[in-house]
């Protein structure tokens, strides 16, 4: 659970989200690069890294944010993108938010959702 802007875009909050978890594409890149050398790790089957194949970690992380969240999202950020489609391609759209109420979830009384 994260707390977010109201006034930002669909964008906006997976820009954010992105910046969170930009350390583990950084790791998945970095098992994508071991792999094709040929060394054992511990994530077999792991899907392969889908963007930059030709990337290292180090340069991935030397990117800037945007232009990493660029590659990573060309789904998000291409015209035909639907944002209420339930599926999605890896290659386009590595996670998807969803957005759920919690407000019914506990009987207790959160302070900020009343």
Not at 25 to 49: C, T
Not at 90 to 98: N, R, T
Request: aromatic share 20%; glycine share 4%; hydrophobic share 40%.
């Amino acid at each position: 659970m994260m707390w977010m802007n109201k006034q930002w875009t669909l964008k906006d909050l997976h820009l954010k989200v992105f910046e969170y978890f930009r350390q583990v594409f950084a790791e998945w890149l970095e098992y994508h690069e071991k792999a094709a050398r040929g060394e054992q790790n511990d994530f077999r089957g792991l899907v392969d890294f889908p963007f930059g194949n030709e990337l290292t970690k180090k340069q991935f992380m030397a990117m800037d944010v945007n232009k990493c969240f660029e590659m990573c999202f060309a789904g998000l950020l291409s015209e035909d993108f639907d944002a209420s489609s339930d599926s999605f391609e890896i290659k386009d759209l590595p996670y998807k938010l969803s957005f759920k109420s919690v407000r019914n979830y506990s009987t207790y009384k959160c302070y900020y959702c009343e």
